[in-house]
Protein backbone atom coordinates (compact mmCIF):
# COMPACT_ATOMS: atom_id res chain seq x y z
CA UNK A 1 0.00 0.00 0.00
CA UNK A 2 1.75 3.01 -0.72
CA UNK A 3 1.13 6.52 1.26
CA UNK A 4 0.01 9.28 -0.82
CA UNK A 5 2.27 12.41 0.41
CA UNK A 6 -0.77 14.65 0.55
CA UNK A 7 -0.35 15.81 4.30
CA UNK A 8 -0.56 19.34 4.85
CA UNK A 9 2.44 20.72 6.95
CA UNK A 10 1.88 19.86 10.26
CA UNK A 11 1.61 23.47 11.03
CA UNK A 12 -1.13 23.54 8.77
CA UNK A 13 -3.12 20.24 10.20
CA UNK A 14 -3.08 21.07 13.98
CA UNK A 15 -2.90 24.55 14.98
CA UNK A 16 -3.19 23.55 18.47
CA UNK A 17 0.11 21.16 18.70
CA UNK A 18 2.62 23.97 17.77
CA UNK A 19 3.97 26.62 19.77
CA UNK A 20 2.03 30.28 18.59
CA UNK A 21 5.91 31.56 18.08
CA UNK A 22 7.05 29.16 16.35
CA UNK A 23 4.42 28.89 13.52
CA UNK A 24 4.86 29.84 10.10
CA UNK A 25 2.54 33.01 10.53
CA UNK A 26 4.32 34.63 13.69
CA UNK A 27 7.74 33.98 11.74
CA UNK A 28 7.10 35.64 8.42
CA UNK A 29 7.72 38.96 7.84
CA UNK A 30 4.72 41.32 9.34
CA UNK A 31 2.21 42.79 6.59
CA UNK A 32 2.93 46.74 6.63
CA UNK A 33 2.00 47.67 2.77
CA UNK A 34 0.06 45.42 1.07
CA UNK A 35 -3.22 42.93 2.36
CA UNK A 36 -1.78 39.41 2.37
CA UNK A 37 -2.91 36.97 -0.09
CA UNK A 38 -3.88 34.71 2.68
CA UNK A 39 -5.68 34.62 5.92
CA UNK A 40 -4.15 33.62 9.01
CA UNK A 41 -5.69 31.82 11.96
CA UNK A 42 -7.07 34.00 14.72
CA UNK A 43 -4.97 33.10 17.43
CA UNK A 44 -2.13 34.22 15.08
CA UNK A 45 -2.99 37.41 14.10
CA UNK A 46 -4.03 38.18 17.50
CA UNK A 47 -0.49 37.07 18.64
CA UNK A 48 1.50 39.36 16.04
CA UNK A 49 -0.70 42.57 16.70
CA UNK A 50 -0.52 41.98 20.72
CA UNK A 51 2.77 41.84 20.62
CA UNK A 52 3.58 44.91 18.98
CA UNK A 53 1.45 46.75 20.87
CA UNK A 54 3.22 45.63 23.95
CA UNK A 55 6.00 48.60 23.03
CA UNK A 56 3.27 51.34 23.06
CA UNK A 57 3.56 53.43 26.77
CA UNK A 58 1.48 52.34 29.72
CA UNK A 59 -1.77 54.55 29.25
CA UNK A 60 -2.19 54.56 33.10
CA UNK A 61 1.48 55.69 33.74
CA UNK A 62 0.95 58.74 31.07
CA UNK A 63 0.68 61.98 32.68
CA UNK A 64 0.71 63.98 29.61
CA UNK A 65 -2.95 62.83 28.89
CA UNK A 66 -6.13 64.35 30.55
CA UNK A 67 -8.37 61.56 29.06
CA UNK A 68 -9.61 58.47 30.80
CA UNK A 69 -7.30 55.69 31.81
CA UNK A 70 -9.34 53.72 34.28
CA UNK A 71 -13.28 52.83 34.46
CA UNK A 72 -14.97 49.92 36.85
CA UNK A 73 -15.53 46.77 35.20
CA UNK A 74 -19.17 46.76 35.72
CA UNK A 75 -19.12 49.95 32.79
CA UNK A 76 -16.66 48.00 30.84
CA UNK A 77 -19.53 45.18 30.58
CA UNK A 78 -21.77 47.69 29.41
CA UNK A 79 -19.08 49.08 27.03
CA UNK A 80 -18.31 45.46 25.62
CA UNK A 81 -22.45 44.83 25.22
CA UNK A 82 -22.69 47.66 22.98
CA UNK A 83 -19.62 47.99 20.45
CA UNK A 84 -22.17 47.00 18.05
CA UNK A 85 -25.24 49.10 18.36
CA UNK A 86 -24.50 52.16 15.85
CA UNK A 87 -25.20 55.14 17.45
CA UNK A 88 -26.86 56.69 14.66
CA UNK A 89 -29.78 54.09 14.47
CA UNK A 90 -31.74 56.13 17.10
CA UNK A 91 -34.91 54.79 15.58
CA UNK A 92 -33.47 51.01 16.16
CA UNK A 93 -32.27 52.21 19.18
CA UNK A 94 -34.48 54.69 21.10
CA UNK A 95 -32.79 53.25 24.96
CA UNK A 96 -30.15 55.04 23.49
CA UNK A 97 -31.05 57.57 22.21
CA UNK A 98 -33.02 58.55 24.96
CA UNK A 99 -29.34 58.27 27.79
CA UNK A 100 -27.74 60.56 25.47
CA UNK A 101 -30.72 63.02 25.83
CA UNK A 102 -30.71 62.38 29.67
CA UNK A 103 -27.10 62.82 29.52
CA UNK A 104 -27.39 66.36 27.53
CA UNK A 105 -30.12 67.36 30.63
CA UNK A 106 -28.09 66.61 32.97
CA UNK A 107 -24.62 68.51 31.83
CA UNK A 108 -26.69 71.45 30.90
CA UNK A 109 -28.22 71.54 34.14
CA UNK A 110 -25.04 71.16 36.17
CA UNK A 111 -24.12 73.94 33.93
CA UNK A 112 -27.32 76.23 35.20
CA UNK A 113 -29.02 76.36 31.85
CA UNK A 114 -32.13 78.49 31.87
CA UNK A 115 -34.17 75.71 32.13
CA UNK A 116 -37.05 74.49 33.77
CA UNK A 117 -36.89 71.12 35.76
CA UNK A 118 -38.88 68.79 32.81
CA UNK A 119 -37.80 70.96 29.72
CA UNK A 120 -35.08 69.54 27.52
CA UNK A 121 -31.84 70.93 26.75
CA UNK A 122 -30.68 71.83 23.96
CA UNK A 123 -27.41 69.94 22.91
CA UNK A 124 -25.64 66.95 21.76
CA UNK A 125 -23.12 64.28 22.58
CA UNK A 126 -20.15 64.35 19.89
CA UNK A 127 -17.04 62.38 19.68
CA UNK A 128 -14.67 64.93 21.89
CA UNK A 129 -14.55 68.54 22.92
CA UNK A 130 -13.16 69.14 18.64
CA UNK A 131 -16.51 68.14 17.24
CA UNK A 132 -18.11 70.19 20.22
CA UNK A 133 -16.37 73.08 19.06
CA UNK A 134 -16.72 72.90 15.73
CA UNK A 135 -20.10 72.54 15.99
CA UNK A 136 -20.08 75.18 18.31
CA UNK A 137 -18.22 77.54 15.78
CA UNK A 138 -20.96 76.79 13.39
CA UNK A 139 -23.38 77.82 15.14
CA UNK A 140 -22.02 80.95 15.56
CA UNK A 141 -20.77 82.05 12.87
CA UNK A 142 -24.69 81.05 11.26
CA UNK A 143 -25.90 83.49 13.51
CA UNK A 144 -23.52 86.25 12.87
CA UNK A 145 -23.53 85.62 8.74
CA UNK A 146 -27.70 85.94 9.26
CA UNK A 147 -27.76 89.16 11.49
CA UNK A 148 -25.49 90.67 8.95
CA UNK A 149 -26.95 89.85 5.67
CA UNK A 150 -30.59 91.16 7.33
CA UNK A 151 -28.57 94.45 8.17
CA UNK A 152 -27.51 94.43 4.96
CA UNK A 153 -23.64 94.80 5.68
CA UNK A 154 -20.59 92.38 4.90
CA UNK A 155 -20.08 88.59 6.21
CA UNK A 156 -17.43 87.54 4.27
CA UNK A 157 -14.67 88.39 7.28
CA UNK A 158 -15.82 86.74 10.69
CA UNK A 159 -13.41 86.11 13.80
CA UNK A 160 -13.20 84.83 17.00
CA UNK A 161 -11.05 86.34 19.83
CA UNK A 162 -9.14 83.62 21.72
CA UNK A 163 -6.13 83.58 24.08
CA UNK A 164 -2.91 81.94 22.26
CA UNK A 165 -3.11 79.28 24.67
CA UNK A 166 -5.84 77.77 23.09
CA UNK A 167 -5.90 74.20 22.43
CA UNK A 168 -5.03 72.81 18.90
CA UNK A 169 -8.92 72.32 17.81
CA UNK A 170 -9.72 75.78 17.89
CA UNK A 171 -6.84 76.60 15.22
CA UNK A 172 -8.54 73.47 13.17
CA UNK A 173 -11.72 75.05 13.46
CA UNK A 174 -10.48 78.23 12.25
CA UNK A 175 -8.42 77.15 9.07
CA UNK A 176 -11.24 74.70 8.47
CA UNK A 177 -14.33 76.84 8.31
CA UNK A 178 -12.68 80.14 7.29
CA UNK A 179 -12.64 82.49 10.33
CA UNK A 180 -9.68 84.34 11.87
CA UNK A 181 -8.26 83.21 15.13
CA UNK A 182 -7.39 86.68 16.85
CA UNK A 183 -5.36 85.55 19.61
CA UNK A 184 -4.33 87.66 22.60
CA UNK A 185 -0.79 86.78 23.56
CA UNK A 186 0.77 86.06 26.55
CA UNK A 187 3.84 87.13 28.79
CA UNK A 188 5.93 85.66 31.13
CA UNK A 189 4.14 84.95 34.30
CA UNK A 190 0.38 85.26 33.10
CA UNK A 191 -0.56 82.36 30.78
CA UNK A 192 -4.14 82.92 30.37
CA UNK A 193 -6.40 85.32 28.43
CA UNK A 194 -6.88 89.04 29.61
CA UNK A 195 -10.25 89.40 29.44
CA UNK A 196 -9.69 93.33 29.17
CA UNK A 197 -7.03 92.90 26.18
CA UNK A 198 -9.53 90.40 24.32
CA UNK A 199 -12.44 93.06 24.84
CA UNK A 200 -10.25 94.98 23.38
CA UNK A 201 -9.59 92.82 20.38
CA UNK A 202 -13.36 92.44 19.63
CA UNK A 203 -14.76 94.06 16.37
CA UNK A 204 -17.83 94.11 14.08
CA UNK A 205 -17.00 90.65 12.90
CA UNK A 206 -16.14 89.06 16.17
CA UNK A 207 -18.52 85.88 15.83
CA UNK A 208 -17.76 85.02 19.61
CA UNK A 209 -15.18 85.54 22.29
CA UNK A 210 -13.73 81.88 23.55
CA UNK A 211 -12.85 81.86 26.99
CA UNK A 212 -10.68 78.66 28.26
CA UNK A 213 -11.98 76.75 31.45
CA UNK A 214 -9.24 74.92 32.66
CA UNK A 215 -6.38 76.46 29.82
CA UNK A 216 -4.31 73.37 28.23
CA UNK A 217 -1.15 74.86 29.13
CA UNK A 218 -1.08 75.24 32.66
CA UNK A 219 -4.73 73.99 34.02
CA UNK A 220 -5.85 77.47 35.00
CA UNK A 221 -9.21 78.61 34.61
CA UNK A 222 -9.88 82.24 32.65
CA UNK A 223 -11.61 85.09 34.34
CA UNK A 224 -15.01 84.11 32.52
CA UNK A 225 -17.27 86.20 34.82
CA UNK A 226 -14.74 89.19 33.99
CA UNK A 227 -15.08 89.19 30.60
CA UNK A 228 -18.99 88.77 30.56
CA UNK A 229 -18.70 91.78 32.54
CA UNK A 230 -16.24 93.93 30.05
CA UNK A 231 -18.18 92.36 26.98
CA UNK A 232 -21.74 93.44 28.07
CA UNK A 233 -20.22 97.38 28.51
CA UNK A 234 -18.36 97.12 25.03
CA UNK A 235 -21.89 95.37 23.86
CA UNK A 236 -23.89 98.57 25.28
CA UNK A 237 -21.61 100.83 23.89
CA UNK A 238 -21.12 99.58 20.33
CA UNK A 239 -24.60 97.77 20.17
CA UNK A 240 -23.38 94.84 18.86
CA UNK A 241 -24.09 91.27 20.44
CA UNK A 242 -20.82 89.46 20.83
CA UNK A 243 -21.56 86.35 22.62
CA UNK A 244 -18.72 84.12 24.67
CA UNK A 245 -18.07 80.29 24.52
CA UNK A 246 -16.22 78.52 27.10
CA UNK A 247 -14.70 75.63 25.72
CA UNK A 248 -14.60 73.61 29.56
CA UNK A 249 -13.16 70.78 28.23
CA UNK A 250 -11.73 69.80 31.30
CA UNK A 251 -13.09 72.29 34.00
CA UNK A 252 -16.43 71.69 32.41
CA UNK A 253 -16.64 68.48 35.12
CA UNK A 254 -14.43 70.10 37.57
CA UNK A 255 -15.72 73.60 38.75
CA UNK A 256 -19.50 72.54 39.01
CA UNK A 257 -18.05 69.77 42.12
CA UNK A 258 -15.19 71.75 43.39
CA UNK A 259 -15.52 75.55 42.82
CA UNK A 260 -19.67 75.63 42.68
CA UNK A 261 -20.01 79.54 43.65
CA UNK A 262 -17.41 80.30 40.82
CA UNK A 263 -19.59 81.79 38.18
CA UNK A 264 -18.52 80.62 34.52
CA UNK A 265 -21.02 79.19 32.70
CA UNK A 266 -24.90 79.71 32.29
CA UNK A 267 -25.22 81.66 34.80
CA UNK A 268 -22.95 84.66 32.94
CA UNK A 269 -25.97 85.84 30.44
CA UNK A 270 -23.12 86.53 27.54
CA UNK A 271 -22.46 82.74 27.29
CA UNK A 272 -24.33 81.06 25.03
CA UNK A 273 -22.54 77.31 24.54
CA UNK A 274 -20.24 75.36 26.11
CA UNK A 275 -18.65 72.54 25.38
CA UNK A 276 -17.17 69.42 27.89
CA UNK A 277 -15.18 65.95 27.12
CA UNK A 278 -16.98 63.58 28.71
CA UNK A 279 -12.98 61.28 28.00
CA UNK A 280 -11.51 63.83 30.43
CA UNK A 281 -13.07 64.68 33.95
CA UNK A 282 -16.56 63.15 32.52
CA UNK A 283 -14.13 60.45 33.59
CA UNK A 284 -15.08 58.12 30.69
CA UNK A 285 -12.73 56.45 27.75
CA UNK A 286 -12.39 58.23 24.70
CA UNK A 287 -14.20 59.34 22.15
CA UNK A 288 -16.86 61.15 23.82
CA UNK A 289 -17.82 65.16 24.24
CA UNK A 290 -20.52 67.31 24.38
CA UNK A 291 -21.69 70.80 23.81
CA UNK A 292 -24.72 72.14 25.17
CA UNK A 293 -26.79 75.55 24.17
CA UNK A 294 -28.32 78.33 26.09
CA UNK A 295 -31.82 77.99 24.63
CA UNK A 296 -33.04 77.00 21.11
CA UNK A 297 -32.27 80.21 19.80
CA UNK A 298 -28.78 80.18 20.28
CA UNK A 299 -28.56 77.07 17.72
CA UNK A 300 -29.61 78.07 14.14
CA UNK A 301 -32.30 75.92 12.83
CA UNK A 302 -30.86 75.57 9.61
CA UNK A 303 -27.66 73.57 10.82
CA UNK A 304 -29.86 70.96 12.33
CA UNK A 305 -30.78 67.98 9.67
CA UNK A 306 -34.08 65.95 9.91
CA UNK A 307 -33.71 62.34 8.81
CA UNK A 308 -36.84 59.80 8.47
CA UNK A 309 -35.34 57.03 6.40
CA UNK A 310 -33.88 55.27 9.96
CA UNK A 311 -37.58 55.45 10.75
CA UNK A 312 -39.78 58.58 12.22
CA UNK A 313 -38.24 62.13 12.28
CA UNK A 314 -34.27 62.74 13.75
CA UNK A 315 -32.78 65.98 14.44
CA UNK A 316 -28.97 65.25 13.74
CA UNK A 317 -26.17 68.15 14.10
CA UNK A 318 -22.90 66.51 14.60
CA UNK A 319 -19.89 66.38 11.65
CA UNK A 320 -20.04 62.59 10.95
CA UNK A 321 -23.19 60.14 10.79
CA UNK A 322 -22.34 56.67 11.96
CA UNK A 323 -20.39 56.29 15.47
CA UNK A 324 -20.46 53.55 18.71
CA UNK A 325 -23.05 54.17 21.32
CA UNK A 326 -20.44 52.64 23.90
CA UNK A 327 -18.67 56.26 25.22
CA UNK A 328 -22.69 57.80 25.47
CA UNK A 329 -23.99 54.99 27.56
CA UNK A 330 -20.95 54.69 30.04
CA UNK A 331 -21.25 58.25 30.28
CA UNK A 332 -24.85 57.82 31.47
CA UNK A 333 -23.32 55.28 33.94
CA UNK A 334 -20.76 57.31 35.52
CA UNK A 335 -23.33 60.11 35.90
CA UNK A 336 -25.91 57.95 37.79
CA UNK A 337 -23.48 55.36 39.37
CA UNK A 338 -20.99 58.28 40.81
CA UNK A 339 -23.69 61.33 41.22
CA UNK A 340 -22.77 64.82 42.10
CA UNK A 341 -21.05 63.47 45.52
CA UNK A 342 -18.82 60.42 43.70
CA UNK A 343 -17.76 63.11 41.16
CA UNK A 344 -16.95 65.63 44.19
CA UNK A 345 -15.33 62.86 46.23
CA UNK A 346 -13.00 62.29 43.00
CA UNK A 347 -12.25 65.52 42.30
CA UNK A 348 -10.99 66.53 45.67
CA UNK A 349 -9.11 63.38 45.74
CA UNK A 350 -7.58 64.59 42.32
CA UNK A 351 -6.66 68.02 44.02
CA UNK A 352 -5.11 66.44 47.05
CA UNK A 353 -2.42 64.29 45.20
CA UNK A 354 -1.62 67.41 43.19
CA UNK A 355 -0.99 69.21 46.29
CA UNK A 356 1.36 66.18 47.48
CA UNK A 357 3.11 66.19 44.27
CA UNK A 358 3.62 69.85 43.80
CA UNK A 359 5.12 69.59 47.89
CA UNK A 360 7.33 67.13 46.33
CA UNK A 361 8.19 69.16 43.55
CA UNK A 362 8.59 72.51 45.70
CA UNK A 363 10.78 70.81 47.98
CA UNK A 364 13.69 70.12 45.81
CA UNK A 365 14.16 73.49 45.09
CA UNK A 366 14.84 73.27 41.67
CA UNK A 367 11.47 74.43 40.12
CA UNK A 368 9.07 76.94 39.70
CA UNK A 369 5.39 75.78 39.95
CA UNK A 370 3.49 77.53 36.96
CA UNK A 371 -0.29 76.24 37.58
CA UNK A 372 -2.35 77.96 40.09
CA UNK A 373 -4.19 76.11 43.35
CA UNK A 374 -7.58 76.98 41.58
CA UNK A 375 -8.16 75.20 38.46
CA UNK A 376 -7.86 71.57 36.69
CA UNK A 377 -5.78 69.18 39.32
CA UNK A 378 -2.53 69.22 37.11
CA UNK A 379 0.89 70.37 38.27
CA UNK A 380 3.07 72.32 35.48
CA UNK A 381 6.47 73.83 36.63
CA UNK A 382 9.59 74.75 34.79
CA UNK A 383 13.50 75.13 35.98
CA UNK A 384 14.35 77.90 38.08
CA UNK A 385 17.95 77.56 36.76
CA UNK A 386 18.30 76.07 33.23
CA UNK A 387 21.71 77.11 31.92
CA UNK A 388 22.91 73.59 32.86
CA UNK A 389 20.00 70.98 32.37
CA UNK A 390 16.73 71.91 30.14
CA UNK A 391 13.06 70.27 31.16
CA UNK A 392 13.87 68.17 27.75
CA UNK A 393 16.00 66.06 29.20
CA UNK A 394 14.42 65.93 32.67
CA UNK A 395 11.09 64.22 30.69
CA UNK A 396 13.93 62.36 28.87
CA UNK A 397 15.34 60.37 31.93
CA UNK A 398 11.66 60.10 33.56
CA UNK A 399 11.05 57.78 30.64
CA UNK A 400 13.45 55.48 32.35
CA UNK A 401 11.44 55.37 35.88
CA UNK A 402 8.69 54.27 33.28
CA UNK A 403 6.80 57.96 33.35
CA UNK A 404 5.74 59.75 30.34
CA UNK A 405 5.76 63.59 31.18
CA UNK A 406 5.48 66.24 28.60
CA UNK A 407 8.13 68.71 28.31
CA UNK A 408 6.63 71.82 26.06
CA UNK A 409 7.43 75.29 25.74
CA UNK A 410 4.77 78.21 26.16
CA UNK A 411 2.60 79.69 23.45
CA UNK A 412 3.50 83.44 22.23
CA UNK A 413 4.99 85.76 23.87
CA UNK A 414 6.15 83.28 26.31
CA UNK A 415 7.61 80.79 24.25
CA UNK A 416 10.70 81.48 26.28
CA UNK A 417 9.33 79.48 29.51
CA UNK A 418 9.67 75.44 28.95
CA UNK A 419 7.42 73.57 31.60
CA UNK A 420 7.03 70.06 32.01
CA UNK A 421 3.47 68.93 32.91
CA UNK A 422 2.05 66.19 35.03
CA UNK A 423 -1.94 65.55 34.73
CA UNK A 424 -3.57 64.20 38.11
CA UNK A 425 -6.39 62.01 36.79
CA UNK A 426 -8.62 59.66 39.33
CA UNK A 427 -6.19 56.81 38.66
CA UNK A 428 -3.62 58.62 39.67
CA UNK A 429 -2.71 57.57 43.55
CA UNK A 430 -1.15 58.86 46.75
CA UNK A 431 1.32 56.52 46.36
CA UNK A 432 2.15 56.93 42.59
CA UNK A 433 2.49 61.01 43.22
CA UNK A 434 4.30 60.23 46.22
CA UNK A 435 6.88 57.98 44.28
CA UNK A 436 6.87 60.33 41.13
CA UNK A 437 8.52 63.31 42.89
CA UNK A 438 10.67 61.09 44.58
CA UNK A 439 11.68 60.04 40.82
CA UNK A 440 11.78 64.11 39.82
CA UNK A 441 13.64 64.31 42.64
CA UNK A 442 16.58 61.38 41.77
CA UNK A 443 16.86 62.58 38.38
CA UNK A 444 17.32 66.44 38.94
CA UNK A 445 20.58 64.88 41.22
CA UNK A 446 21.60 62.58 38.74
CA UNK A 447 22.06 65.49 36.11
CA UNK A 448 24.08 67.39 38.61
CA UNK A 449 26.59 64.77 38.14
CA UNK A 450 26.33 64.54 34.32
CA UNK A 451 27.80 67.57 31.88
CA UNK A 452 25.42 69.98 30.44
CA UNK A 453 24.68 69.04 27.04
CA UNK A 454 25.12 72.75 26.24
CA UNK A 455 28.95 72.55 27.66
CA UNK A 456 29.47 69.26 25.93
CA UNK A 457 28.06 71.21 22.71
CA UNK A 458 30.22 73.96 22.85
CA UNK A 459 33.22 71.48 23.77
CA UNK A 460 32.16 69.75 20.60
CA UNK A 461 32.00 72.56 18.64
CA UNK A 462 35.35 74.39 19.67
CA UNK A 463 37.02 70.64 19.05
CA UNK A 464 35.74 70.79 15.05
CA UNK A 465 37.35 74.52 15.07
CA UNK A 466 40.53 74.12 16.17
CA UNK A 467 40.53 70.20 14.26
CA UNK A 468 39.77 72.31 11.27
CA UNK A 469 41.97 74.75 11.48
CA UNK A 470 44.87 71.95 12.04
CA UNK A 471 43.67 70.50 8.92
CA UNK A 472 43.44 74.03 7.36
CA UNK A 473 46.59 74.74 8.13
CA UNK A 474 48.23 71.24 7.04
CA UNK A 475 46.73 71.71 3.69
CA UNK A 476 48.26 75.85 3.42
CA UNK A 477 51.93 73.80 4.20
CA UNK A 478 51.54 70.87 1.41
CA UNK A 479 50.73 73.50 -0.97
CA UNK A 480 53.30 75.52 -0.21
CA UNK A 481 55.73 72.49 -0.55
CA UNK A 482 54.20 71.71 -3.62
CA UNK A 483 54.88 74.92 -5.01
CA UNK A 484 58.77 74.99 -3.83
CA UNK A 485 59.17 71.80 -5.14
CA UNK A 486 57.45 73.09 -9.18
CA UNK A 487 59.79 75.93 -7.93
CA UNK A 488 62.95 73.81 -7.76
CA UNK A 489 61.94 71.62 -10.50
CA UNK A 490 61.56 74.41 -12.82
CA UNK A 491 64.18 76.43 -11.73
CA UNK A 492 66.51 73.42 -12.19
CA UNK A 493 65.51 72.78 -15.43
CA UNK A 494 66.24 76.23 -16.13
CA UNK A 495 69.37 75.90 -15.35
CA UNK A 496 70.01 73.01 -16.96
CA UNK A 497 68.72 74.18 -20.32
CA UNK A 498 71.59 76.89 -19.60
C1 LIG B 1 -8.58 68.54 25.41
C2 LIG B 1 -9.03 69.88 25.06
C3 LIG B 1 -9.68 70.13 23.83
C4 LIG B 1 -9.88 69.04 22.80
O1 LIG B 1 -10.71 68.07 23.33
P1 LIG B 1 -10.90 66.61 22.70
O2 LIG B 1 -11.99 66.08 23.55
O3 LIG B 1 -9.61 65.91 22.90
O4 LIG B 1 -11.26 66.75 21.28
C5 LIG B 1 -10.12 71.40 23.58
N1 LIG B 1 -9.94 72.39 24.46
C6 LIG B 1 -9.31 72.20 25.65
C7 LIG B 1 -9.16 73.35 26.59
C8 LIG B 1 -8.84 70.94 25.98
O5 LIG B 1 -8.22 70.76 27.15
Not at 204 to 223: H, K, Q
Request: with cysteine; proline share 5%; hydrophobic share 40%.
Amino acid sequence: MVLTSTATHPDEKDQSLNSTFASRYVRDPIPKFKMPEKSIPKDAAFQIINDELMLDGAPRLNLASFVTTWMEPECDKLIMASLNKNYVDMDEYPVTTELQNRCVNIIANLFHAPISEEETAVGVGTVGSSEAIMLAGLAFKRKWQTKRKAEGKPYDKPNIVTGANVQVCWEKFARYFEVELKEVKLKEGYYVMDPAKAVEMVDENTICVAAILGSTMTGEFEDVKLLNELLTEKNKETGWDTPIHVDAASGGFIAPFLYPDLEWDFRLPLVKSINVSGHKYGLVYPGVGWVVWRSKDDLPDELVFHINYLGSDQPTFTLNFSKGSSQIIAQYYQLIRLGFEGYKNIMENCLENARVLKEGIERTGRFNIISKDIGVPLVAFSLKDSSQHTVFEIADHLRKFGWIVPAYTMPPDAQHIAVLRVVIREDFSRGLAERLAADIEKVVKLLDTLPSPLTTKVAHITAITSETSEKVKSAIETQKEIALYWKRLVDGKRLGAC
